[in-house]
């Protein structure tokens, strides 16, 4: 069964790994993170952006999927199925209709309305046994049509964002959503080492953007207290090439071989391959 990502968060923060946020799209993607989560014997999360979840056909359905593949494909470790980036009716709504983990994103807005919408969700969200994200600041570059400006966070906001009883923050510390431009300076540390102090130094804080980040700046960032790291633009990056070498290599064309179940399968097995190595980068392998 599904189950809130509060608990797995805690751990990961107490023992200095994160939690691998991996977006789905689809039918194989979820099936490809549950699989590289389950040979790592890791926790996950597997993550829809509000769009994502329209493209499947809705939330209830995305519930409905994960619940019913956890239960065929035998997965035993913890996955927590997450909305990422949602807007307040959004989260509303997964909280009703079975995610157990979300993100009321209102990093947007003007920063009052932002900490009233969150103490509302997180009321609704906690009165159900379901975690909440919510953001301060701003992540940079582009996501399902989400542009943010790449802005760091103030602490002290942060600090009245935690106080609402979010159960992980995700706060701009020069992460950028989508490929890092050859001119990135890298991530902030110093910003970050602040978030983590002034938010009394063990609430779980996630790392947006993860796809294209060095493992050093990673694996720093874990010890400074990120405890979530979301990738999304790596895992369409390897799904598209394997697709494209396939299909090159007039794989579609040979036998059968433009069977959905064939076509797709190259890409599927990308992303396993690169879910359980983001895994190990995290440290959450054997974490489950
Ligand atoms: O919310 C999702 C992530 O922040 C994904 O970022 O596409 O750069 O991996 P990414
Ligand atoms: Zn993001």
Not at 120 to 147: P, Q
Not at 207 to 216: N, V
Request: with cysteine.
């Amino acid at each position: 069964a599904l189950v809130s990502a509060a608990e797995m968060l805690k751990k990961a923060r107490e023992g200095k790994y994160a939690v691998g946020a991996f977006n789905t799209n689809n039918l194989e993607w979820t099936k490809a993170i549950l699989q590289g989560a389950q040979e790592s014997n890791a926790p996950v999360m597997i993550q829809t952006s509000m769009g994502a979840a329209k493209y499947m056909g809705g939330y209830q359905l995305c519930v409905h999927m994960v619940e019913d593949l956890i239960e065929s494909m035998g997965i035993t470790v913890p996955v927590a199925l997450h909305l990422d980036h949602g807007e307040y009716e959004d989260a509303l709504k997964c909280i009703e209709v079975g995610y157990t983990s979300v993100m009321y994103d209102g990093s947007h807005l003007d920063f009052d309305t932002n900490i009233e919408q969150a103490k509302d969700v997180v009321a609704k969200a906690h009165a159900k046994g379901v975690s909440v994200e919510c953001e301060v600041g701003s992540i940079g570059g582009e996501e399902d049509g989400i542009i943010g400006s790449g802005e760091l966070a103030d602490p002290q906001e942060c600090k009245a964002m935690a106080d609402t009883g979010i159960d992980f923050l995700a706060a701009g510390i020069g992460n950028i959503h989508g490929s890092y431009p050859e001119n990135w300076t890298g991530l902030s540390f110093e910003t970050l080492a602040e978030i983590a102090e002034i938010t009394g130094g063990n609430l779980p804080l996630v790392l947006h953007g993860g796809s294209g980040i060095p493992l050093e700046q990673v694996q720093k960032a874990i010890s400074l207290g990120v405890s979530k790291i979301n990738v999304n633009t790596e895992c369409q990056e390897v799904f598209a090439a394997a697709t494209r070498k396939y299909i090159e290599e007039g794989k579609d064309l040979e036998g059968k071989g433009f069977d959905p179940r064939k076509l797709l399968a190259p890409g599927t097995e990308a992303v396993v391959e690169l879910v359980k190595q983001r895994i190990e980068w995290f440290g959450s392998k054997d974490k489950a």
